[in-house]
């Protein structure tokens, strides 16, 4: 009987240490996919800052003074966008 038992055991032992890899696994990937959205939300974020700085010539301002500008100009150019570029209009 303890020697079945002891097999019982050992069995439980293999199949969580083989739950435990699984899980650090999903973890594993989890946390690259995670990282994988963050970087490509970086650079589209680096990107568009790049084209603000080349087209409103803003590189010389400080974050604050770019807020300020982006609002003067922002009720304008909202108004004025053309549909293809407004937030409803699904992607083509």
């Known amino acids: 009987m ?6 019982l055991v050992s069995s439980k032992d ?3 240490k083989k739950i435990d890899q699984e899980e650090f696994i999903l973890r594993q990937s989890k946390y690259f996919e995670n990282s994988k959205v963050r970087k490509e ?8 800052g790049a084209l603000l700085d080349k087209y409103f010539e803003t590189e010389s301002l400080s974050v604050d003074d770019t807020e300020n500008l982006l609002k003067i100009f922002s ?3 909202n108004s ?3 549909d293809k570029y407004k937030k409803d209009n699904p992607k083509s």
């Open 80 to 82: 004025n966008k053309p």
């Open 14 to 16: 293999k199949l969580q």
């Open 41 to 48: 939300r970086t650079r589209l974020l680096i990107q568009k």
């Open 2 to 7: 303890s020697k079945k038992l002891n097999q």
């Open 75 to 77: 009720k304008y150019v």
